[in-house]
């Protein structure tokens, strides 16, 4: 490696920060945190008159922990399924499977997906089709 030139093999910033705050938000206190903030708010309505702007300030948090969320969690999302696909890929590898299509199989439209399903399944003689 020359010098100067940092690489590194280990997850970037954004993968530790989005690890992290799934798992910190994946708790059960942090639900009750967020109960007991609707709760303070739904106490405060008639201290405030339910007013425009008491009603603005929980559409306005809510939105905006929907929105970061979305991305928090389809990247962690994201990162299980490719490292779910890798170790079945080892697998497949491991066990000599010949079938070309099972490595790429997540790429496949559903209806080629449904199809291999149905063969490895007659295979295996547990064919869950529906019986008339």
């Keep these: 490696m020359m010098a100067g030139n940092k690489r590194s093999d280990g997850p970037d910033i954004f993968t530790r920060f989005t690890t992290k705050t799934s ?5 059960a206190w942090v639900f009750g945190a967020a109960v007991a903030v609707l709760v303070v708010w739904a106490v405060t309505g008639p201290l405030l008159g ?6 603005l300030v929980i559409n306005t948090g809510t939105t905006i922990v929907t929105f970061l969320m979305v991305f928090i969690i389809q990247n ?3 990162r299980d399924t490719a490292a779910l696909q890798l170790k079945l890929d080892a697998l497949m590898l491991e066990l000599q499977v010949s079938n070309a299509k099972l490595y790429d199989a997540e790429n496949e439209g559903e209806k080629e997906i449904e199809r291999q399903r ?4 007659q295979a295996a003689g547990t064919d869950r ?3 008339p």
């Design 76 to 78: 962690t999302q994201n």
């Design 23 to 27: 798992k910190i938000l994946g708790h």
């Design 118 to 121: 149905r063969r490895i399944e």
């Design 50 to 55: 339910f007013s425009d702007t008491w009603q």
């Design 129 to 131: 089709a529906p019986q």
